[in-house]
């Protein structure tokens, strides 16, 4: 381009931008919105329209820098012409003065956003700047005369265009009253890093890692110091959170490629190359500016002339890049730099150990970095270091505060430098406590080291500050600032300890999950043998716990974000779909809440309830906007019409009520159906609703009219669910009868009749209308494909059955509720769970360890007793022969029998064999409990028939029969000399019988709940007994009185007395007794400072909460044996956890 085509786009450019300066004006006086955005968007082209007119000029007079000029502009200038087209295309109407003179002014309406006025704003600044920088060259030149003084101001105007972080540089007048280390405290990191930088040998990376507040900043900035005084600092960025130019990497590059140039001005030329060749390269992504401003340049450098050699760059509190694809990214870059033949290049980076980075590291090739840990160093040498820098500070606020030459005493220096250790940030806030002057440091040390001795090391540093902090605040002003103070601190404290529920992530995660691999060695010490568990995770995502009640219905809103889900508490809750956190709770029925719908707007949630009635609620104010009353029974289920102003309910009335959603009014009422309606659903165009009932048909209605359309006929028993296909062509069924049924709506006829395994309680078509969801009582969600017909997949779903399913409005996720309190959130795209472990079929009754605890029994209600190594956790034998549930399991006290019950026999079985020895069978009660004498020669059986039976184990004769309960006998035990046997009853009463004569010789009263459990101490002086009641009564055999009472948070179905009588040995844990307490003392008992599982949610040790259960991992029963769980569950899957003695 030469000088006369330069002047001529210029002109273009001048004329475009007085165009749109007349168009904003016009637009000022047309809109009533905007004004301030339009005015600032004219102010700005006005500016820039001044600057041009100046270059303009230029270009047309006899300057000697012209032709340079010329070709600089010749890019900015074409870009500058071409973005002021496209805005005067977007925001001129097109219509001209003849639109203007037909609607007014006021016909206009300003086609930008703020974020788009914003970005024009931006661009036009840049430009203005080039023009500006070009217009101070020409006048330079022309000053000097000296072409040499164009080129360099040139190469400065081009790195002037690269953006810096103001106040990353160690030494920047911000950060110019930081701290450095003093002289003789840190000195091992610091010679470390000093070491590093010099050999030649050193890694490229050198990571100075620690915990907040071990000094990592103070020493960055005196090695920092340290380089540049040596001539060696190539470069430094602090990074700092809550900064918006150093709390990311945006201005990284830009700023460390500008630091370096200054000692390497060679770099120069390089760089300007990459700036010409793109000329929004500060705009572009890290990669991209890293590659271009730091990476060519310093592989096309040549420094065969040059003396300097190494050069380090300074990059500290990496972790407080609040932007984490940036720190993994930055971490996979910096190692190429020293790809570069010419400099010798180091880069010191300091961080906290913070999951991402310490991922970032892992994954640099060959581990080629070095790491200091600092909250690894000694603690003598910290002390060291931390004594010194209290007597230069304590020494200034002496002097400064005219303090006693004797404050702080010798004694409370050193207090204070124990208090401080290991963190250097405890004794600068202390320093910073006593040199503020609203406060006195006399005062503020003594109330320091008075929270030494009463409380933690975090209350002694924060206390006092924040005392005083909140001291002349109003109560309102307090109550924020605890609130902002409890919101910051508990993250802290959180990230140094973690919850529980981190161990918990490892622990039950898949054995190849990454979480599990990565951080195998974090799982604590205590843990000695983990669960056997899937290798990688299942479609599974989230299960929402807070239900007090079985979950019938769930729901998606039509934006994804929120899950609504009524059970049988009789509440609705809604909750976060991403984060799977409680959002709002709704209550105001009185009976369990049966269906939940959101409007097709977003704007209201509909409930429907046993109390009758069907609630709206205000999803934008959340509150109930109105009750709908009408219905004579229950309400089974409710839809909206896709427009949002129908809702229709259908009833145990057997009716179907259509609502008006602004008013409340009844629409129409459908009468019909024999039966209660069971389902309700719209089509997609709101022009048929269909109704399911128990009276085995669907019936297809105009909502408008209320007239009856079609009935659908086939299904041979109650008909649970109706949902129409998105496309509202298709009508899916479900049925008792233990088949889906897709119907084509337009013709009534039958497309598909798939048969399911069990009765299908809830469906729900995909978005697309592909995928029919299926749900059943046997725990199971089925996919199936519409077309074919075709089982796709399973999804093994809770422990318990499930009542209701949804897809969300993407179709990526899918929604349970189950009868076991819980909503399950399923990814549709996660692969096929994987190949289960061994396991049974069914929930899992009983479990009981052999004397020798090295193999364990469990009885389930596949009908089945499987023997397990406990060592391994894998299966031995499977032992079949039952033909129903087995209740119990029991070895003989060597170990060498074993006996189970199931509905009407008691099987005996040699465990090394696994072979069938006899068999006992009941005529009259179903068999509950077992028990062996210590001989192994009697087994006592408690049944359904409230009986007590005594039999021959061998011969399987019956040898007597005790009468007297009145309530099915669950528990059942022999004493140690085999002349009694106690009996513990659904009637709440223990009994104690003679088993030689038959005689009853007690009975024990106290219990409030089932009696589940019985067992006799080994001297046959106490018996104890567990309850439902949730506690554990010992009793003295010799007076018949109750010794003790121990509350447990938990139901006993196991007791054993240890071997010395001290302890009570349960399903739960051990519990420590006194047994020579008075009678009647009840109290919490001592637990062993062991293992107790607390709910079925929490495994505690010495009493604390250590290992919380995900919902799906606890137990329907369990057993303990010397410090290992072993838990049975409701799938059938059995888990053994072993617990460091």
């Known amino acids: 381009m030469d000088g006369l085509s330069s002047a001529a786009s210029v002109i273009a450019v001048v004329q475009l931008a007085g165009s749109i300066v007349k168009l904003c004006g016009s637009y000022i006086q047309g809109v009533r919105v905007a004004r301030d955005d339009i005015s600032e968007l004219k102010q700005a082209v006005t500016s820039l329209l001044g600057v041009l007119q100046q270059l303009e000029v230029l270009l047309q007079g006899p300057h000697i820098s012209k032709r340079f000029i010329s070709q600089t502009l010749e890019g900015p200038i074409t870009e500058c012409c071409s973005s002021l087209a496209a805005l005067e295309v977007t925001i001129d109407p097109g219509r001209g003065d003849s639109f203007m003179r037909k609607f007014g002014l006021r016909a206009w309406k300003w086609p930008l956003k703020r974020i788009e006025v914003d970005k024009i704003i931006q661009d036009i600044e840049r430009y203005k700047s080039f023009f500006t920088l070009s217009l101070t060259i020409d006048q330079t030149a022309l000053i000097t005369g000296i072409s040499g003084t164009t080129d360099r101001i040139k190469r400065n105007m081009d790195l002037k265009q690269l953006p810096v972080a103001h106040g990353a540089e160690f030494d920047s007048n911000v950060n110019q009253y930081e701290d450095h280390c003093l002289p003789g405290t840190r000195e091992e990191p610091i010679s470390q890093i000093l070491k590093w930088a010099k050999s030649p040998q050193g890694k490229c990376i050198f990571w100075l890692n620690g915990r907040a507040g071990t000094g990592k900043s103070t020493i960055s900035r005196t090695v920092a110091k340290s380089f540049k005084e040596a001539n060696s600092l190539g470069a430094s960025f602090f990074f700092k959170r809550g900064e918006e130019d150093r709390a990311n990497a945006t201005k990284l590059v830009p700023t460390i490629a500008r630091q370096i140039t200054k000692l390497v001005p060679q770099l120069i030329s390089c760089i300007q190359k990459e700036i010409y060749d793109d000329y929004d390269i500060a705009t572009k992504g890290l990669k991209e500016q890293f590659d271009k401003l730091l990476l060519r340049p310093l592989l096309q450098l040549d420094l065969s002339t040059f003396t300097i050699q190494n050069l380090v760059i300074v990059i500290d509190a990496l972790d407080e890049c609040e932007v984490d694809n940036d720190t993994r990214l930055l971490l ?18 300091t961080s906290r150990p913070e999951f991402l980075i310490r991922l970032g590291f892992s994954e640099i090739a060959n581990q080629d970095y070095e790491v200091l840990i600092l909250h690894e160093i000694p603690e003598r040498a910290i002390e060291n270091d931390i004594s010194l820098f209290l007597q230069h500070r304590l020494s200034k606020i002496r002097r400064e505060r005219s303090l006693p030459i004797d404050w702080p005493s010798d004694s409370d220096s050193h207090k204070l430098m124990i208090l401080s250790t290991p963190l250097f940030i405890f004794a600068a806030t202390a320093c910073r406590l006593f040199e503020d002057p609203h406060w006195d ?33 109003s109560e309102k002003q307090k109550r924020q600032l605890v609130q902002e103070i409890r919101a910051v601190l508990g993250t802290i404290v959180i990230l140094e300890s973690p919850l529980s529920l981190y161990c918990t992530g490892l622990v039950f995660a898949p054995t190849r999950a990454i979480v599990r691999t990565t951080f195998m060695k974090e799982i604590p010490g205590w843990l000695h043998t983990l669960p056997n568990l899937e290798q990688t995770w299942n479609a599974q995502l989230q299960i929402l716990e807070g239900h007090a009640g079985a979950v019938y219905s769930v729901a998606f809103s039509p934006d994804g974000r929120l899950l609504a889900s009524g059970s049988n508490d009789k509440t609705i809750r809604l909750w976060n779909t991403s984060t799977g956190t409680l959002h709002q709770i709704f209550e105001g029925h009185s009976d369990l809440c049966r269906s939940v719908a959101f409007s097709p707007n977003g704007r209201i949630l509909a409930s429907g309830s046993f109390d009758k009635t069907v609630k709206l609620w205000d999803l934008v104010m959340t509150a109930a906007l109105r009750s709908l009353e009408g219905h004579l029974d229950y309400v089974y289920s409710i839809k909206f019409s896709p427009n949002s102003r129908v809702l229709a309910s259908g009833s145990k009335d057997k009716t179907v009520r259509l609502w008006d959603t602004a008013t409340g009014a009844v629409l129409h009422v459908l009468e019909g159906h024999l039966h209660l309606v069971y389902s309700v659903a719209f089509s997609s165009d709101g022009c048929l609703l269909a109704s399911g009932s128990y009276d085995k048909t669907i019936k297809l209605w105009n909502p408008s009219t209320g007239s009856l359309e079609r009935t659908l006929d086939g299904h041979t028993g109650w008909v649970w669910s109706v949902v129409f296909s998105t496309n509202g062509r298709l009508l899916a069924s479900s049925s008792d009868d233990k088949t889906i049924r897709i119907w084509n709506t337009a013709t009534g006829i039958l497309q598909q009749n798939i048969k399911s395994q069990e009765k299908v309680e809830s469906l729900a078509f995909s978005p697309e209308g592909q995928i029919l969801a299926s749900s059943s009582q046997d725990k199971t969600i089925r996919l199936w494909d519409t077309s074919t017909g075709t089982l796709q997949r399973d999804l093994e779903g809770p422990s318990t059955g499930v009542r209701s399913v949804a897809f969300s409005p993407d179709g990526r996720l899918l929604v349970s509720g189950s009868q076991n309190k819980t909503v399950t959130l399923w990814d549709i795209a996660a692969q096929d769970s994987p190949k289960s472990l061994p396991s049974h079929s069914g929930r899992i009754r009983c479990l009981a360890f052999s004397p020798d605890g090295r193999t364990l029994a469990s009885g389930s209600d596949d009908t089945t007793v499987r023997l397990w190594d406990t060592a391994t956790g894998t299966p031995r034998q499977t032992l079949q022969s039952h033909s129903d549930w ?126 589940r459990s019985v067992a006799f101490s080994s001297d046959s002086r106490l018996l104890a007994s567990g309850s439902d009641d949730k506690t554990v009564r010992l009793w003295d055999l010799a007076t018949g009185f109750l010794q003790q009472v121990l509350r447990v948070e938990g139901r006993v179905h196991d007791l054993a007395f240890s071997a010395h009588n001290s302890n009570l040995n349960t399903n739960l844990g051990s519990l420590g007794i006194k047994p020579w307490y008075n009678n009647s003392t009840v109290n919490t008992p001592e637990m062993e400072c062991g293992v107790f599982l607390l709910e079925q949610q929490w495994v505690t040790l010495c009493g604390k909460k250590a290992l919380w259960l995900p919902p799906e991992y606890r137990p329907s029963c369990s057993a303990f044996k010397r410090n290992n769980l072993v838990m049975g569950h409701e799938s059938g899957r059995v888990l053994f956890i072993g617990f460091a003695s």
């Open 886 to 1011: 087995v209740w119990s399991v029991v070895f003989s006290s060597e170990g060498s029998l074993l006996a189970s019950c199931s509905k009407e026999t008691v099987r005996l079985w040699d465990v090394a064999k696994g072979s069938l020895l006899q068999t006992i069978e009941s005529h009259r009660g179903e068999f509950r409990s077992i028990a062996f004498s210590a001989d192994s020669c009697r087994l006592a059986s408690g049944s359904c028939d409230n009986m007590v039976r005594i039999w021959e184990a061998t011969t399987a004769k019956l040898l007597r029969t005790l009468q007297g309960h009145t309530g099915w006998i669950w528990s059942v035990a022999f004493s140690a000399n085999g002349r009694l046997l106690a009996s513990g009853s659904a009637d709440q009463t223990i009994r104690l019988w003679d088993t030689a004569t038959g005689a009853l010789e007690h009975i024990f009263e106290g219990h409030t709940g089932w009696v």
């Open 441 to 473: 440091p006399v005062e503020s040390l003594a109330e320091i080291l008075r929270y030494r001795i009463d409380g933690s090391k975090l209350d002694g540093i924060y206390l006092p500050v924040l005392s005083r902090l909140l001291n002349g605040q």
């Open 332 to 349: 996979q870059l910096l190692p190429l730099l020293q790809n570069s033949s010419s400099l010798r290049l180091r880069i010191l980076i």
